[in-house]
């Protein structure tokens, strides 16, 4: 790196920010930004590679439109913008790397209200340009201890709340379905049902608080790094780098919970038919609003087969 660009001066007539405030090259620290290098902190720069990695993995595996063509935007923004505050640890790119950031969520919290209420990106597609052209300007404005923790505090917990939903959803879908199962089969398929419906209810919550798991681990890196605790200042493990790629990822999780995830869908599949082991597809709310069994299903049709046999042997005739 040192080769292409020149070792200092690169970011002169920027306005220093903390540089000690993390753990890397914190026994490096030089406040004037003249002599700055061209990366005060290499390991928290290039970590920044797996938000733009991340944004990049739905516009390659799944559909590309307007909601996936937003959540790699404000992916490439925030790997960007956290790349050049990590490089130069200046007060210019802290605040597009923290406005950035509120962006970054905001797409996450639109992602999750268009899979539970049904809204269009189209509509709130204004709202994000809205939130992307403001933020540079109403950044500088919010002291960054307070406030800032507030507002992303909030989106986080929007995002829980969509999650929620969603999940209780899935949960609902899965118990209906299960118990609808089994009044078809029959008694003796009781406990099988109710095992596979633990598992799958865990299944579903493990894949919703997997995400949480990864942020909290991020969060106790964040604070040990900020707090100097086990701090190697040269050291190429350096605990904020941990923290830009597990939220990275926990991000992506997030970002394709909710696009599998519409609440109209899973609720409309909630009563779906129930395939029968002979293949013949027995519908869940017949069934319970009659409640026949199996076996009268079976009888049903035997009867009707036998009539059509009968009737063609006397046609026959």
């Known amino acids: 790196m040192e080769i292409i660009l020149p070792k200092e001066g690169q970011w002169a007539g920027l306005e220093s920010h903390h540089c000690d405030e993390f753990c890397e090259n914190s026994d490096k620290c030089d406040h004037s930004m003249d002599e700055r290098p061209t990366m005060q902190q290499p390991v928290n720069a290039y970590s920044n590679i797996a938000y733009i990695w991340c944004g990049v993995v739905p516009m390659v595996f799944f559909r590309v439109d307007l909601s996936t063509t937003m959540y790699f935007c404000s992916s490439a923004l925030l790997g960007i913008s956290s790349f050049m505050y990590h490089a130069s640890i200046s007060r210019l790119w802290m605040n597009l790397?923290?406005?950035?950031?509120?962006?970054?969520?905001?797409?996450?919290?639109?992602?999750?209200?268009?899979?539970?209420?049904?809204?269009?990106?189209?509509?709130?597609?204004?709202?994000?340009?809205?939130?992307?052209?403001?933020?540079?300007?109403?950044?500088?404005?919010?002291?960054?201890?307070?406030?800032?923790?507030?507002?992303?505090?909030?989106?986080?917990?929007?995002?829980?709340?969509?999650?929620?939903?969603?999940?209780?959803?899935?949960?609902?879908?899965?118990?209906?379905?299960?118990?609808a199962r089994t009044r078809s089969q029959g008694q003796h398929t009781y406990f099988a049902s109710i095992f596979i419906l633990l598992l799958q209810i865990f299944g579903v919550i493990s894949v919703a608080l997997f995400p949480g798991l990864l942020c909290a681990?991020?969060?106790?890196?964040?604070?040990?790094?900020?707090?100097?605790?086990?701090?190697?200042?040269?050291?190429?493990?350096?605990?904020?780098?941990?923290?830009?790629?597990?939220?990275?990822?926990?991000?992506?999780?997030?970002?394709?919970?909710?696009?599998?995830?519409?609440?109209?869908?899973?609720?409309?599949?909630?009563?779906?038919?129930?395939?029968?082991?002979?293949?013949?597809?027995?519908?869940?709310?017949?069934?319970?609003?009659?409640?026949?069994?199996?076996?009268?299903?079976?009888?049903?049709?035997?009867?009707?087969?036998?009539?059509?046999?009968?009737?063609?042997?006397?046609?026959?005739?």
Request: with cysteine; aromatic share 12%; hydrophobic share 45%.
């Open 97 to 179: 790397d923290s406005s950035s950031m509120y962006t970054y969520f905001a797409v996450l919290v639109m992602h999750g209200l268009c899979s539970v209420f049904g809204l269009s990106w189209r509509c709130l597609c204004p709202i994000f340009v809205a939130i992307l052209i403001a933020m540079p300007f109403v950044r500088p404005t919010i002291p960054f201890s307070r406030e800032t923790e507030k507002i992303i505090y909030g989106q986080v917990l929007a995002i829980t709340v969509l999650s929620l939903v969603l999940v209780l959803a899935n949960i609902y879908k899965i118990v209906n379905q299960t118990f």
């Open 217 to 317: 681990i991020a969060t106790v890196g964040w604070n040990n790094d900020r707090e100097k605790r086990w701090c190697r200042p040269n050291s190429i493990f350096q605990w904020h780098a941990l923290w830009h790629a597990l939220t990275a990822i926990a991000s992506l999780w997030v970002w394709i919970f909710f696009d599998r995830n519409r609440l109209k869908d899973i609720l409309a599949t909630s009563g779906h038919d129930v395939m029968r082991y002979d293949g013949h597809a027995v519908p869940c709310k017949k069934d319970l609003s009659k409640n026949t069994s199996l076996d009268d299903s079976i009888d049903d049709s035997d009867q009707l087969r036998d009539e059509e046999e009968g009737a063609n042997h006397f046609n026959s005739q």
